[in-house]
């Protein structure tokens, strides 16, 4: 299936502070062979809105497919600085104990 298709990444409206919000739907992942995909399909998407502050939501709702920590810290390590420099609010909807271990370790 397309990740496209599959809304796991979309452009929100803008939050409190108008900046762009991105969500990201964890549930809405296929397949751990898709976490490749995602990611060429995340930074597509997020391209033109990482040059500016930004808002990132993360739905971690009923899912199937997880991620391992080392596929997370390799993924954080990749994307460019300035997703990093530009994400001014990361909201985490329903975190597990092991998600917010894994955010701890890869907070700045």
Same mark, same amino acid.
């Given at each position: /299936?397309?990740?496209? $298709?599959?809304? !796991? ?9 108008? @900046?762009?919000? !991105? /969500?990201? !739907?964890? +549930?809405?992942?296929? +397949?751990?062979?898709?976490?490749? @995909? ?11 809105? /990482?040059?500016?502050?930004?808002? %990132? ?12 920590? +080392?596929?997370? @810290?390799?993924?954080?390590?990749? %994307? ?6 530009? %994400?001014? $609010? ?16 890869? @907070?700045?």
């Amino acid at each position: /299936a397309d990740i496209d $298709a599959l809304k !796991v990444v979309y452009k929100c409206g803008p939050d409190i502070a108008n @900046r762009p919000t !991105v /969500a990201l !739907v964890g +549930s809405r992942v296929p +397949s751990e062979t898709s976490w490749p @995909r995602l990611l060429l399909y995340f930074i597509k998407i997020m391209e033109p809105i /990482a040059d500016k502050d930004y808002t %990132l939501v993360y739905f971690h709702t009923n899912l199937t497919h997880k991620p391992d920590f +080392s596929w997370m @810290r390799k993924t954080y390590k990749v %994307l460019p600085e300035k997703y990093k420099k530009n %994400l001014k $609010a990361l909201y985490v909807i329903h975190p597990t104990w092991w998600l917010n271990v894994c955010v701890a370790f890869v @907070r700045p």
